[in-house]
């Protein structure tokens, strides 16, 4: 069973910045969807940004547009999402998941219930 890797959450003042780090461990297909999702307290799992890997399409969510940036290195097999500006709000488990490249060429972006494996999670305290 393939199971994606988080890291790089931790705690950080309002403002500032992390970077959290996907890899898919023996998933190497270069063409497959990755994407970010958080669980904050008490609310439901919601979708963060996706991409599709060695492509150029990506999608952010509305509520970290301007402040997160999803980006790959094809390379290293990994994704990242660039954190900036971060709020109270942000607090949550950070997980990566990942599915193959859709027949069209594209990826189902953060319909999350469409995505094939999933990692544990970081968790991203603002504080």
């Known amino acids: 069973h393939l199971q994606l890797v988080e890291s790089g959450g931790g705690s950080v003042r309002p403002g500032g910045s992390l970077t959290l780090s996907c890899v898919a461990p023996?998933?190497?297909?270069?063409?497959?969807?990755i994407g970010w999702f958080r669980r904050a307290p008490g609310k439901e799992r919601e979708g963060v940004a996706a991409?599709?890997?060695?492509?150029?399409?990506?999608s952010i969510a509305d509520s970290v547009k301007g402040r997160f940036t999803i980006s790959e290195d094809n390379a290293q097999n990994t994704v990242y999402l660039q954190m900036d500006s971060l709020k109270a709000e942000d607090t949550a488990m950070y997980y990566c998941?990942?599915?193959?490249?859709?027949?069209?060429?594209?990826?189902?972006?953060?319909?999350?219930?469409?995505?094939?494996?999933w990692g544990r999670g970081t968790q991203v305290t603002v504080s």
């Open positions: 998941a990942a599915h193959e490249r859709l027949g069209n060429g594209g990826c189902y972006g953060m319909t999350q219930s469409r995505y094939d494996y």
């Open positions: 023996g998933y190497t297909s270069s063409s497959k969807c």
């Open positions: 991409i599709l890997f060695g492509g150029t399409l990506t």
